[in-house]
Each structure stands twice: as structure tokens, then as C-alpha cells.
């Protein structure tokens, strides 16, 4: 049993969708310190200006060290800034339509408040349209104990996982004899090899949200998500 444990990211890029799809349980690991100018609350997008920032504004003032699962939003209006966004650079995309009713409805009908939430929401959505299937669940279900090593080794051993796979940038602090005395196995995920992709604005950028290449490429999308 392969499992992931990675921070919820806002509408994340394709690689993402690629290691949580290689693994059968995918954990948000939502109550670890909220980190500023990061992935949590922000993506970029294609626009013919350039790379552009959506970003959801959240309540950080005094609360820089806490968890991500308590970070609340600080606007309630950045869902239809954000979708108003999305049309205005995607509408020529040959599968805006397919799939702009249902992302028009998941940003302009959102009531969450909770930056987990939302980004849990979204990915369920984009899973859904990318057809991965891999379990989503909360750290919080897990008793994660501490340690930075010792924390995923926990979760690992409560969901009965035997492979433990992580991003490539772990590799700087993980404690490899953790797992190993633990006898799970560990695998570092390599994001080289993506294809390209016909992209709106080029120069073509493979570090972008998930969305770009769901607009551009729609029910083919997952052909680029494999690499080469």
C-alpha cells in the first residue's frame, strides 16, 4: 500500500495530480505551521500578459505560526475575482466550455471559509475531471505524534502503508533510517520528462495550475501528466 503525505495546495500544478495518482492514499497534511508566499493559498495561471497570481487572501495577521487547517479567509469575494480571471484569459481555450460551468459553480457557490476547505474542495473537483481516484484524507484523522521524520513514519504505520512516497526536495531533510526501522519503504517521486502541451500565450511553462492544461487539452489531459 503506496501513500503520499503532502500540504493541501491551491489548485496545484499537474505534477501534484501525478504523485497523488501514483499512490493509493493521498493525506493532506493539513496541521503542520502555515507557510507565507507559498503554494497553500496561491497558483499561477497563463495569461497574455504573462504569468499571473490567484491568489485567495487569508487572515495571517498574528497567526504566522499556526497550522494550516486554521487559516481562515479574509475575503469572501475572491471566488468570483478568481473565476472572472479564469474566463477572461481561458475562454479561447478549445475546452473552456466543457468544463466552465462546473468550475463557474464551484467558485461562485463556495461558503467555506476554511483554507483547507477550499483547497480540499477544489481538488476533489479537479480529481474528478482528471479521473483520479486515489483516497483523499486529513492528517488530522492520524495521531502524527513528533518529529519531523517520525510524524509521516506514524501516519504510515496507522494507515498499514509499506511505501512511503515523497517529493524530490525531501530528500534535504528526511531521516531515511526512520523508515527503514520501520520497514516502509521510500521512493522519491521525479517530476522530470512532462511532454509539452499546445498552450495558450507561449513561451510554453509546465509550472502552471492543473487548470491550464485542463482547458487546453480536456479529456486528454492525463496523456501529459505521464512522463517521458
Not at 481555450?93 to 477550499?118: G, K, M, V
Not at 492520524?142 to 512516497?165: F, H, M, P, S, W
Request: aromatic share 14%; hydrophobic share 35%.
Amino acid at each position: 500500500m503506496r501513500i503520499a503525505i503532502v500540504q493541501s495546495n491551491y489548485i496545484p500544478w499537474k505534477g501534484y495530480f501525478d504523485l497523488m495518482r501514483s499512490v493509493d492514499e493521498f493525506v493532506l497534511f493539513d496541521d503542520v505551521q502555515y507557510t507565507r508566499r507559498d503554494w497553500r493559498n496561491r497558483n499561477r495561471i497563463k495569461t497574455a500578459r504573462g504569468p499571473a497570481w490567484l491568489t485567495i487572501p487569508v487572515n495571517t495577521r498574528g497567526q504566522y505560526l499556526s497550522p494550516i487547517k486554521d487559516i481562515t479567509v479574509s475575503d469572501s469575494s475572491w471566488g468570483a475575482h478568481h473565476w472572472r480571471t479564469l474566463a477572461a484569459n481561458y475562454a479561447e481555450a478549445p475546452y473552456f466550455r466543457r468544463y466552465a460551468e462546473r468550475l463557474e459553480r464551484l467558485y461562485l457557490e463556495n461558503q467555506e471559509t476554511s483554507l483547507s476547505a477550499i483547497n480540499r474542495k477544489w481538488l476533489e473537483a479537479l480529481c474528478d475531471i482528471l479521473g483520479v481516484r486515489t483516497r483523499l484524507s486529513w492528517s488530522m484523522n492520524y495521531d502524527v505524534g513528533e518529529g519531523r521524520t517520525e510524524r509521516l513514519v506514524n501516519i504510515c504505520q496507522q494507515a498499514g502503508a509499506d511505501c512511503y512516497v515523497s517529493g524530490p526536495a525531501a530528500r534535504a531533510y528526511l531521516d531515511e533510517r526512520c523508515f527503514r526501522t520501520a520497514g516502509i519503504g521510500l521512493e522519491y517521486f521525479d517530476y522530470a520528462g512532462y511532454p509539452e502541451y499546445d498552450q495558450l500565450f507561449p513561451p510554453f511553462d509546465h509550472f502552471v495550475s492543473v487548470i491550464d492544461l485542463i482547458f487546453n487539452q480536456g479529456p486528454k489531459a492525463t496523456d501529459f501528466m505521464r512522463r517521458q
